[in-house]
């Protein structure tokens, strides 16, 4: 038992991070330009596929990697430039709007390029196997690929904290965050800053979809579910906060991962097995919009609001 | 925005739609062209349901992007009574209508406190819930969905003709105009527009804000309930994906290009994009890039949608 749950908890643990990826950008494209992305997660898509198809060609994941997430800043690039700067001063449902178009859009050219089936993107050889941990005196093991991951994670949690918290421009991104129009009278070019933010922001998306690719499935509609758990995060954290996105993807990655693996089994010792049956899942998988329903009710601006 | 006021050529052009529509299934069959009563009795449902949401977005203000919940429970609600034996529509459609009003007046009773970006994506949170609890529920099909046995009867004549559906579902979608276009002139509807141009205001002279809006949305989410229930009998299944949050999204993409606020909005909308699903659907297999380029180019080049056209504003 002590075992499962330290490896849901490590599971859940690299789950959150990852979704700090995709919310770290989001949160920050919300708050400066109080612009609706739901093509977000599109991002998060065309940047596992790039990375797939790089690391097939160069036939090494890391060069993928790399490859794929510059790619995937390049399309951030041209759509910032091309689309979202129209977007900004427009109403919220033009925004809903233009980006569920570029959803349509993002799907099918990614189904006409790669088609429909699913590509397995497979962790480098040297990752592939376990770890074995003493723990107490029992044997340990856990994939050294998850391992990694959350490594990685950790240390772009770290630097993104760094650079939004300790300097320059990180400075001027949460002035924008608080209070747009001041800082751009206070002479911070808050366009370009914005468009640096966006490209980013897509950035994160790639290395979290290239480093998801060998754990789940590079597949059209991926970007849809995981989207939306963003904006969970995102709204328990309260728009804008970088702080919050990571309290909040931390809590959503854990609480999802850990509800999921342990609530089906503490339903079974307490509730008759047919009823426990139906009741798991189901609460299993509703358990973080629970949550963030009860959060959005007591703290309508969520935990950490960016906005003064 | 300003209020609703409706354009002098609107009726006879309602009038007009009307009895075109209810001369239709017999024109086609004259045509040999029946196939498409049931692709006109899609886009009437649909209309239907777009309307729903654009009382609740359009008059009301409300960004909802959950109302593929009331949609989709409305669906399941007629399922599940046909499992239990109801098969009368007079039963089970206004059933479907109060459990997912009901719904919606929980929904809209928590996510009515927030605002904004807040209150789009906690709508979009209980969709969710609602989404992932169908799936689960093995008794209720799971991921499979829930079949119906065979369409209902209504007032005890069955529904299994396609033109019989096709008028049920014209009656409801008029029924609906009828209660909305009045609705929009009355108290109630100006009151609804008033707050939602200034919502400060109204609070400030009394107004119950947040009551009229709650029943606003309770309102919305129960015809979208009775839009689910015939989309039920038309498709002969009550599946998960009607709960999807993209289905809301497609929703509300129907009630933005046919032009927010406006009466005929959802309408229009609702046309127009399966109409162009259907037209581009057959000319290339690739037809969702040309839908969102057109999308895209709505929102660049005509942003106020194309129902604007039907009613006269000012201010």
Not at chain 2, 37 to 52: E, M, P
Not at chain 2, 138 to 158: E, H, K, V, Y
Not at chain 2, 186 to 191: E, S, Y
């Amino acid at each position: 038992m002590t075992q499962l749950i330290l490896e849901q908890a490590l599971n859940g643990l690299q789950f959150g991070l990852m979704l700090f990826l995709l919310a770290a950008g989001l949160t920050l494209v919300f708050g400066i330009m109080d612009c609706i992305n739901l093509a977000h997660g599109s991002l998060y898509m065309v940047g596992a596929y790039f990375v797939a198809a790089a690391t097939q060609a160069a036939d090494s994941f890391w060069i993928g990697l790399a490859v794929g997430v510059a790619g995937a800043a390049l399309v951030g690039l041209l759509l910032e430039v091309s689309l979202f700067r129209r977007l900004y001063r427009r109403d919220h449902l033009s925004q809903v709007l233009a980006t569920f178009a570029l959803i349509l859009i993002a799907n099918e050219a990614v189904r006409a390029i790669w088609g429909p089936a699913a590509i397995m993107l497979n962790p480098p050889e040297a990752l592939a196997g376990p770890v074995e941990f003493s723990l107490l005196g029992d044997a340990f093991f856990y994939p050294a690929y998850r391992l990694v991951i959350i490594a990685v994670g950790l240390t772009v949690a770290a630097l993104l904290y760094l650079l939004v918290a300790k300097s320059r421009v990180g400075m001027w991104v949460r002035a924008g965050a608080a209070n747009r129009e001041m800082t751009e009278a206070l002479g911070v070019n808050v366009r370009g800053l914005f468009t640096a933010v966006f490209v980013f922001g897509a950035a994160l998306c790639a290395l979290a979809g290239g480093l998801l690719g060998p754990l789940l499935a590079v597949q059209v509609g991926m970007g849809e579910s995981v989207l939306i758990l963003a904006f969970v995060v995102i709204i328990i954290g309260g728009i804008g906060s970088i702080r919050g996105a990571l309290v909040g993807s931390l809590v959503v990655g854990t609480v999802d991962t850990l509800g999921r693996a342990l609530l089906p089994t503490l339903l079974r010792a307490t509730l008759p097995a047919d009823a426990a049956a139906t009741l798991g899942p189901a609460l299993a998988s509703i358990l973080i919009y629970l949550l963030m329903a009860g959060i959005l009710f007591f703290k309508p601006q969520g935990l950490f609001p960016a906005r003064a | 925005m300003a209020f609703y006021r409706p354009a002098r050529w609107q009726r006879p052009l309602a009038l007009g739609l009307f009895i075109a529509l209810t001369a239709l299934p017999f024109v086609l069959e004259a045509f040999d062209q029946s196939f498409y009563i049931g692709f006109a009795t899609r886009l009437l449902i649909f209309a239907l349901a777009a309307s729903s949401l654009n009382l609740v977005l359009g008059f009301g203000g409300m960004v909802s992007l959950g109302h593929a919940a009331f949609f989709g429970i409305g669906a399941y609600v007629a399922a599940i009574c046909q499992q239990a034996g109801i098969n009368e529509a007079l039963l089970v459609f206004p059933a479907a209508m109060a459990v997912a009003g009901l719904f919606a007046l929980a929904v809209g009773a928590v996510s009515l406190r927030t605002r904004g970006v807040y209150f789009i994506m906690i709508t979009l949170a209980f969709a969710q819930m609602v989404y992932y609890l169908f799936i689960s529920a093995r008794a209720w099909g799971g991921d499979d969905g829930l079949p119906l046995a065979g369409r209902m009867t209504l007032a005890g004549f069955s529904l299994a003709g396609d033109n019989s559906l096709f008028f049920a579902s014209l009656a409801a979608l008029t029924a609906t105009m009828l209660l909305f276009g009045r609705l929009a002139q009355a108290r109630f509807g100006r009151t609804l527009q008033a707050i939602r141009e200034n919502e400060t205001r109204m609070e400030a002279l009394g107004y119950p804000v947040f009551r009229y809006r709650l029943v606003a949305f309770a309102l919305g989410g129960a015809v979208a309930g009775l839009a689910g229930a015939l989309l039920a009998n038309l498709t002969g299944l009550a599946s998960p994906n009607l709960l999807q949050w993209m289905q809301s999204g497609t929703l509300l993409v129907m009630v933005i290009i046919g032009g927010v606020g406006s009466l005929w909005g959802g309408v229009v909308g609702a046309a127009l994009l399966l109409g162009l699903e259907e037209v581009l659907a057959g000319l290339t297999e690739h037809w969702h890039i040309v839908l969102g380029l057109l999308l895209l180019g709505v929102v660049l080049f005509a942003p106020r949608g194309i129902a604007t056209l039907f009613g006269r504003r000012d201010g």
